[in-house]
């Protein structure tokens, strides 16, 4: 069993920077991706970006591209959300989540997931 722990959110101001880790427990290797997804009030939860294990195939949500970093920490089985820029439409919970395959999109493509990490922007 693959157990995912998000941490680094918060309350920040609109423009700063925050990043967002996800310590991966048990065996990383047991998925070959990793992704962020983030859930609004009242929206579905979107796919925000994803990266495989091995670094290869980064993956980004058109809003977020050039603002947000997908990266990985192979040896500390961590990957991190670097965001920028950040606007208010970026408030959501921030999942991390794991795919037994290959980044995908869509939540139902992923096996595990933590627990979440609020990130609230103010104007």
């Known amino acids: 069993q693959l157990q995912l722990v998000e941490s680094g959110g918060g309350l920040v101001q609109a423009g700063v920077s925050l990043r967002l880790s996800c310590a991966a427990a048990?065996?990383?290797?047991?998925?070959?991706?990793i992704a962020w997804f983030r859930q609004a009030p009242g929206k579905e939860r979107e796919f925000v970006a994803g990266?495989?294990?091995?670094?290869?195939?980064?993956n980004y949500a058109d809003s977020v591209k050039g603002r947000f970093t997908i990266s990985i920490n192979n040896a500390k089985n961590t990957v991190f959300l670097l965001m920028t820029s950040l606007k208010p439409d970026d408030t959501a919970v921030y999942y991390c989540?794991?795919?037994?395959?290959?980044?995908?999109?869509?939540?139902?493509?992923?096996?595990?997931w933590g627990q979440g990490t609020q990130v609230t922007v103010s104007s």
């Open positions: 989540a794991a795919s037994r395959l290959g980044v995908g999109f869509s939540a139902s493509v992923y096996d595990y």
């Open positions: 048990g065996r990383s290797c047991s998925s070959h991706a």
């Open positions: 990266i495989r294990w091995s670094g290869a195939n980064p």
